[in-house]
């Protein structure tokens, strides 16, 4: 019973100091025109009255405010039982509101101070993580730059892969894989490796390192990373097609193919250069690898350049 009683007060009086003070001052303040329409209401001869005094609401109105700030002057005095019980009410009501209010700036203060104190510590920690993410915003910006250049080497056929303007199309065509066993020719790779194997291992360098990102740095922080670095390395660990791409062409084909490297090499070029139908290709077929690389590369290079806009504009901050 007493534990029942004691948890309704206490949240009683945490409603209470929920209320802003402002609520609390207008009602005090409130209250004195109603009670001074009340004293005006009472029958004649309840109050003492000094003589010369007036008993419009004017009046009326002085003695509630007089009476609720608890002044109590003496000039206007309760004589009988309801203006005695009125005014004794008023008081109640006035010390009540009043401690209501002092409360509740209580509370608004106390409040206040945490807020700060978390805004404080929030802007301590987003100090120390941007901190973090500017030492490993070169390195980062370093694997995004070489993924891109590798997107352009493979989705550029090798006749084309020295314009001066070398930068990737987001609109390139299936067609444009058609070299993806050639070397890269990439000013700073100098292997003869086919481009699509150097094209994987920059994927899973940067994939590690978006991963890396994710685990030393609070990207709740920036919300514009989150997404592309979350989505970048699922989309990466959920490439299937990988060990098959990175060996040479003979993995494409069925296990029994006579086929040498080279040849099938060649006939997988054509097949992709000649397409000519639509970008479904039956599992296991020697194009369904090179399908899933060409989805691979629109949706990574597209996360690739937004993360490079954001963490250029980052690192200018």
């Known amino acids: 019973m007493l534990h029942t009683l004691s948890n309704k007060i206490r949240h009683f009086f945490h409603v209470v100091?929920?209320?802003?003070?402002?609520?609390?001052i207008i009602t005090y303040i409130c209250l004195t025109p109603v009670f001074a329409l009340i004293y005006w209401a009472l029958p004649d001869g309840q109050f003492r009255i000094p003589?010369?005094?007036?008993?419009?609401?004017?009046?009326?109105l002085y003695y509630?405010?007089?009476?609720i700030t608890t002044l109590g002057f003496g000039d206007y005095t309760p004589a009988h039982g309801w203006a005695q019980a009125v005014t004794a009410i008023e008081v109640m009501c006035g010390l009540v509101f009043l401690g209501f209010f002092l409360n509740a700036v209580g509370s608004m203060k106390s409040e206040?101070?945490?807020?700060?104190?978390?805004?404080k510590q929030r802007q301590v920690h987003f100090k120390m993580e941007k901190e973090k993410l500017m030492k490993i915003i070169p390195g980062l910006m370093h694997?995004?730059?070489?993924?891109?250049?590798?997107?352009?080497?493979?989705?550029?056929?090798i006749a084309e892969r020295n314009k001066e303007d070398a930068r990737y199309n987001p609109d390139f065509t299936f067609n444009d894989l058609s070299d993806l066993f050639k070397p890269s020719g990439l000013a700073f790779d100098g292997s003869s490796l086919p481009v699509v194997g150097r094209f994987m291992k920059s994927a899973s360098q940067t994939s590690l390192m978006l991963d890396s990102l994710q685990q030393r740095v609070d990207l709740t922080l920036w919300p514009e990373l989150v997404d592309d670095c979350f989505?970048?390395?699922?989309?990466?660990?959920?490439?299937?097609?990988?060990?098959?791409?990175?060996?040479?062409a003979t993995a494409l084909l069925p296990a029994d193919s006579p086929l040498t490297a080279e040849v099938a090499e060649s006939k997988i070029s054509k097949e992709i250069a000649g397409w000519t139908g639509p970008l479904e290709f039956a599992h296991n077929s020697e194009m369904q690898a090179i399908g899933e690389?060409?989805?691979?590369?629109?949706?990574?290079?597209?996360i690739a350049l937004n993360l490079e806009q954001v963490l250029t504009k980052l690192s200018a901050q």
């Open 17 to 24: 100091s929920n209320i802003r003070p402002i609520v609390w």
């Open 51 to 60: 003589d010369g005094a007036g008993t419009d609401f004017g009046s009326w």
């Open 143 to 157: 694997n995004l730059n070489n993924f891109l250049a590798y997107c352009y080497a493979l989705t550029t056929p």
């Open 64 to 67: 509630s405010i007089v009476t």
């Open 112 to 119: 206040i101070d945490v807020e700060s104190e978390v805004e």
């Open 293 to 302: 690389l060409y989805y691979f590369i629109k949706e990574n290079a597209r």
């Open 231 to 248: 989505a970048f390395v699922a989309d990466y660990q959920m490439f299937s097609s990988e060990d098959v791409l990175t060996k040479n």
